[in-house]
């Protein structure tokens, strides 16, 4: 009788280190991670700890000074091209939601699908209708400066899922919204966290957001401290 | 969404510095479109007044490059000339640029053989031909000078009655005065004297005639030369000086506009700097984003183009209009010469924006996101 194949983490980092100013600086000093596929991670530390730095390697944002990332068992190492790597298996939700003001609602949330071989019509119908989920059906041709924050990055929360990526970046996803806002996104990005099976990764300050997630990941001065358990 | 309209919406952002852009590549096209339009208009109705004469050769002195061949004693020349075979008719042309009335602007005043060749393609509009003591008046020189038939004028303090107006198909006729040789000579005071011998050859001349004659006149007529008349219009001074403006524009205005656009897409992605690391961290390719910056650059140059040559066109007709240059500029537009200043145009957005789009496409999103 053969023994089950190990079931592969979505992501894993294997002594993860980054170093900035030629050294002098150690944002992340040999993390050892593993996330499922599915996990709801919250990211917590104090300010300067490397959750970003980490996010942004996990984004193939940056390369790291040395150690290995996989996604689903590939190495990061071998990715050709970063751009392509990052459209087919990430989204991002940021902070400050980073909307582009001259672009519509709509021609937002296209934006990661323009260059891509693919017909740009079903993904305006897939738009369209993620946007009367979020409860902004009406607000496609409105522009950034006419919505408000929490509208600002349910966009946002669409744009990141456009692609169908099967991993969500979240950098302080409700860091400039108010309770209410950050409840509606927190519990829209949740419903489809469950729904499609993303695994989401959240970087956050706030006990209150870090609650919600299955497992909460405490960083201090570039290294994991708790790896956290699946609540 | 899609990449020109985006592009048009990053153009719409800065609307004072696109339309400054804009300008100026507009001014530089529209300069480059009126020189060469009037160097080109000035050597067509040069080569077309030849034409109309239908003179196959003319004789010159050799070296000589001004607007106007310099004056040389016909008889003789004239003479061997018309021993020559397929030969059939010589006639000599002489010419200056008067002042005739404080009102118009300087014209040409021709004197042609009288009886010969070259009357023959002139259409009288009204009076008679000439008889001695008279001149005839080009319908552009009767409106600048108020002259009809019938009316006097004075030409180098000499005074002729005006026996009839003409039309010619060639403008640089249409704005001079005409009369015989003979008088031509004896008012600018060079007896015996032409600018130039035209020779009409016989209908069984062939190209290897006009060879053989052009050789033979080099041979036997020492210090002179025999040249077509679309020859004589590329050696004239002025057409040369004209044509080496026209090209010094196209270089400087090629120049000026790479640069406008240069500066203007390098200040665009340094304000965008975040926004190109964006959509770098959302997945567009490198080469979506030069593809992007080339194609703000494309617009905004050829947005230049288009207006420029708009602007070209009212330069032009301006000048054709303005009372000193009346009678003198006949400019050529071809439908070929705007679509190379538009491929120009074209050429310099894309050179111009160029370095911007490959410095854009370089940026490290996680940098670029991280500036202010």
């Not at chain 2, 507009?26 to 050597?43: D, K, M, N, Q």
């Not at chain 2, 984003?289 to 070209?312: F, N, T, Y």
Request: hydrophobic share 45%; charged share 20%; with cysteine.
């Amino acid at each position: 009788m053969t023994e089950p194949a190990p079931i592969l983490p979505l992501l894993r980092a294997r002594a993860l280190k980054l170093h900035f100013d030629d050294g002098q600086t150690q944002a992340l000093d040999g993390v050892d991670l593993d996330i499922a596929e599915g996990e709801f991670v919250a990211i917590t530390g104090p300010s300067g700890c490397g959750k970003s730095s980490l996010l942004n390697l996990i984004g193939a944002l940056d390369k790291p000074t040395s150690g290995e990332l996989y996604l689903r068992g590939q190495p990061y190492a071998a990715i050709k091209d970063a751009s392509l790597f990052r459209r087919s298996n990430i989204g991002f939700v940021f902070q400050s939601f980073h909307l582009i003001p001259t672009l519509s609602a709509l021609d937002n949330i296209l934006a990661p699908t323009v260059g891509a071989p693919t017909p740009q019509e079903p993904a305006e119908t897939r738009a369209k209708a993620l946007m009367q989920r979020m409860g902004l059906g009406h607000r496609l041709q409105h522009f950034p400066a006419q919505l408000s924050g929490g509208e600002r990055q349910r966009v946002a929360l669409v744009r990141a899922l456009i692609n169908d990526p099967p991993l969500i970046l979240a950098d302080e996803p409700t860091g400039s919204l108010d309770t209410a806002n950050a409840a509606q996104v927190l519990d829209l990005l949740t419903e489809f966290q469950r729904e499609r099976g993303l695994t989401v990764i959240m970087v956050t300050h706030d006990p209150a957001v870090s609650a919600r997630a299955d497992r909460i990941i405490a960083m201090r001065d570039g290294k994991v401290v708790h790896p956290g358990e699946v609540s | 969404m899609n990449l020109s309209r985006y592009a048009w919406s990053n153009l719409r952002r800065r609307p004072a510095r696109t339309a400054l852009t804009v300008s100026a590549i507009a001014i530089g096209i529209a300069a480059l479109v009126a020189l060469t339009a009037i160097s080109w208009g000035f050597e067509a109705s040069w080569q077309k007044a030849n034409d109309a004469r239908s003179t196959d050769l003319i004789v010159t002195r050799q070296a000589s490059e001004n607007a106007m061949p310099s004056p040389f004693k016909a008889e003789a020349v004239q003479q061997k000339l018309e021993q020559l075979p397929h030969v059939a008719r010589v006639a000599g042309l002489l010419s200056e640029m008067l002042t005739l009335s404080p009102e118009a602007p300087p014209m040409f005043v021709f004197g042609w053989e009288q009886g010969s060749y070259l009357w023959d393609h002139l259409k009288l509009q009204e009076g008679r031909w000439p008889a001695a003591g008279e001149v005839v008046i080009g319908a552009l020189a009767a409106e600048m000078l108020h002259k009809k038939s019938g009316d006097r004028v004075e030409v180098e303090g000499e005074t002729f009655r005006v026996a009839g107006v003409f039309q010619s198909a060639a403008l640089v006729e249409n704005g001079a005065v005409l009369m015989s040789l003979d008088q031509m000579q004896r008012v600018s005071d060079k007896p015996g004297k032409v600018n130039v011998l035209n020779l009409q050859l016989d209908r069984e001349a062939t190209e290897a005639d006009i060879q053989r004659i052009k050789a033979q006149v080099a041979a036997d007529l020492r210090g002179y030369t025999a040249i077509t008349s679309g020859e004589l219009v590329s050696q004239n001074a002025v057409v040369r000086i004209s044509k080496a403006m026209s090209q010094a524009t196209i270089l400087i205005a090629s120049l000026v506009g790479a640069l406008v656009v240069f500066n203007t897409m390098l200040m665009s992605i340094s304000e965008r700097t975040r926004e190109i690391g964006l959509l770098l961290a959302l997945g567009w390719q490198r080469r979506t984003v030069v593809r992007l910056i080339v194609g703000e650059a494309l617009m905004l140059s050829l947005a230049g183009g288009i207006v420029g040559i708009a602007l070209g066109f009212g330069l032009t007709w301006g000048l054709e209009h303005l009372e000193l240059m009346r009678g003198k500029i006949d400019a050529v537009f071809s439908g070929g010469f705007l679509l190379v200043v538009l491929s120009l145009s074209g050429i310099l957005g894309v050179c111009g924006g160029l370095y911007p789009a490959l410095k854009a496409a370089r940026l490290q999103p996680s940098q670029a996101l991280r500036q202010e």
